[in-house]
């Protein structure tokens, strides 16, 4: 599967965010990647603005260029706001529910997780990471990938933070995706409405 494969404490540095989890790269250089990076910067362009915010979102999901176009062409096409929608797409991704229940440590491992055939969907495996849930399914660790070290300690790593959408039982290691979450409940730094506005063009 094509992922991006590049520097990632770069890309932090970047955008001034943990886009791939926490960063020691951030704490120990709180500016922007580069020679001219602690000096002072040129004012950006509405365009960079708009491009920056799109590669934001690209790099926080895991999601590459093609599959990101036709996630907002899907979210377009739909009744309703297509910025909102697009991020609702992007939550609803099974790779990111794994990682939201804290299966996996980052979203990167939990598409790995997904492709070795680590976690199954109502019951049936899915080796898809981009597979979108639906209100009601049953996200689970298979049986014989309960005892996985990565798994156990992932889980019980996992900060106290849950979110009103999902649903996980530790001791079934089951969760459940109930709905799609609105706007307010998704806890990304991301400004959707540049998106918007850079496909609009």
Do not use: C
């Not at 540095?13 to 951030?26: D, N, Q, T, V, Y």
């Not at 176009?69 to 797409?89: D, H, V």
């Not at 933070?161 to 799609?180: A, H, I, Q």
């Amino acid at each position: 599967m094509a992922r991006y494969r590049g520097p990632r404490a770069k890309i932090a540095r970047k955008f001034g965010e943990p886009i791939f989890g926490p960063s020691k790269a951030l704490q120990k250089k709180a500016y922007p990647p580069g020679q001219h990076g602690r000096g002072r910067r040129k004012k950006q362009s509405e365009y960079s603005m708009q491009l920056a915010e799109k590669q934001k979102a690209k790099y926080t999901y895991g999601v590459l260029e093609k599959q990101f176009a036709n996630l907002f062409e899907k979210a377009s096409r739909k009744k309703g706001i297509t910025g909102t929608l697009l991020l609702q797409f992007l939550e609803s991704r099974l790779d990111n529910s794994v990682f939201r229940m804290g299966i996996a440590p980052t979203r990167r491992s939990a598409r790995q997780l997904i492709l070795h055939k680590h976690i199954s969907v109502n019951g049936h495996v899915v080796n898809i990471p981009s597979y979108q849930l639906k209100s009601g399914d049953l996200v689970a660790v298979r049986e014989k990938s309960k005892s996985l070290e990565s798994i156990t300690q992932s889980l019980l790593s996992h900060s106290s933070r849950s979110y009103s959408w999902l649903e996980w039982d530790n001791s079934l290691m089951t969760g459940k995706f109930n709905n799609v979450p609105n706007r307010d409940e998704i806890p990304e730094n991301i400004q959707e409405q540049l998106i918007v506005e850079l496909y609009s063009k």
